[in-house]
């Protein structure tokens, strides 16, 4: 009976090694409803982080912002699978999928793991580029840019205009749609010659899936790189013909079909079947005698 009496527990009440667990987790709690009422007095209302995963980190910050660490951002373009940023004083950041070398890093991210096993790892937040190039025939060399005012992106390339109103190209080069008159892909910003000697005056830079447009102060819109499923291609810049001496405005760009903001009216254009991409109804405009006439489902004004 002494034995029982001994060892058993109080009728309504707790074992000392009981009450000693309750106590501690107590106190722990206390610190934790402590440092919780802190938080919100401090405006750190926050859930607690995510467990990092190594497979797809995240390099969004915790209110799904870009970490970005720079100057002011003045445009954001996005490619197929990445995205360049301007700043406010002329530089490029770039980040994304580097397969092609359309982040302009010199590299197309893919890295040896294993015997014949190759990854490739992306750019997760954005970096600045560096390096631009002038190619000849017989060498390459390093350029200094000048402040970037304006730049575009297509599926895997990307295309900029500095303020000395040179033009750079980068990325992939299939159908000349990086204006170097040949398709090889280019994993660093290369000068476009053209725009140094027969296309000078260059004021914007627009980009479709895959070609590239040059609108100049001298009313010429250039294209360069593939427009149509069939065909030919313009492995170099090319004066559009029927827009010269409109003075395009503005320009937007699809897989294949095109529209402008030129003078007092929108153009649109692009090689059929279009699917209703160029607006149902077609009416021909003709505004101080410029002209655009339809050529095979490809050149219509809209008033």
């Given at each position: ?46 859930d ?21 660490r720079?100057?002011p951002?003045?445009k954001?373009?996005?490619?197929g ?6 700043d ?35 750019e ?26 304006d ?24 159908y ?6 040949e398709?090889?892909?280019?994993m ?55 827009l ?60």
């Amino acid at each position: 009976m002494s034995s029982k009496r001994k060892n058993a527990t109080p009728a309504g009440g707790k074992s000392k090694k009981n009450k000693k667990n309750g106590k501690k987790a107590a106190e722990e709690f206390s610190d934790y409803d402590d440092e919780f009422k802190s938080d919100v007095e401090s405006g750190n209302d926050t859930d607690p982080e995510p467990l990092p995963d190594d497979d797809n980190e995240s390099e969004l910050a915790d209110d799904g912002l870009v970490r970005y660490r720079g100057p002011p951002i003045v445009k954001v373009v996005c490619g197929g699978d990445f995205s360049v940023i301007l700043d406010l004083k002329g530089n490029l950041h770039s980040f994304g999928d580097p397969e092609y070398g359309q982040l302009g890093h010199n590299c197309n991210g893919e890295f040896l793991i294993a015997a014949n096993k190759m990854i490739r790892q992306a750019e997760k937040s954005p970096r600045i580029i560096t390096t631009y190039i002038e190619k000849t025939k017989d060498s390459i060399k390093p350029i200094e840019p000048a402040d970037f005012i304006d730049v575009a992106c297509g599926t895997n390339h990307t295309i900029a205009l500095d303020s000395k109103r040179r033009i750079f190209s980068w990325g992939f080069g299939g159908y000349g749609r990086l204006g170097h008159a040949e398709p090889k892909d280019e994993m660093v910003p290369r000068l476009i010659k053209f725009f140094e000697t027969q296309g000078k005056g260059a004021k914007a830079v627009y980009c479709g899936s895959q070609f590239s447009l040059v609108v100049s102060d001298h009313k010429v819109t250039y294209l360069f790189g593939k427009t149509k499923n069939t065909g030919e291609v313009n492995m170099y810049p090319k004066p559009v013909q029927d827009l010269m001496g409109w003075n395009v405005r503005s320009v937007g760009a699809g897989g294949t079909c095109i529209m402008m903001a030129a003078d007092s009216s929108t153009i649109g254009f692009g090689p059929s079947p279009t699917y209703g991409a160029l607006v149902s109804r077609v009416i021909i405009v003709n505004i101080a005698k410029k002209k655009i006439m339809q050529n095979e489902n490809w050149f219509y004004g809209i008033n």
